[in-house]
């Protein structure tokens, strides 16, 4: 059993609803977003699916006032081996 918060929204649902948000929402989601990112890079993950499907919102009293972010389905994910990079 996997359990985690309420996530109510993706970012592909942000984009559809054409939700205003400030400059500096905007870049809180997408600092959180590259941490994400470097959080996989630092453990050797390759996400392999990111999609703004895949990207969940949460809405929780952030003290800037931009909802959290959650990179979601690691279906894909692959560890990475070795120090080489091939596409």
Known sequence: ?????LCRDTLRSLFNNANTMSDKQVRSMV?????A???CHENK???REVTPDNVLICYDNAPDGAPKIKLSDFALARRVYGTQQSL
Not at 1 to 5: D, G, I, K, R, S
């Open 1 to 5: 059993v996997l359990v985690m918060e």
């Open 37 to 39: 990112y470097q959080a």
């Open 45 to 47: 993950v390759a996400h």
């Open 31 to 35: 600092h959180q977003l590259l941490v």
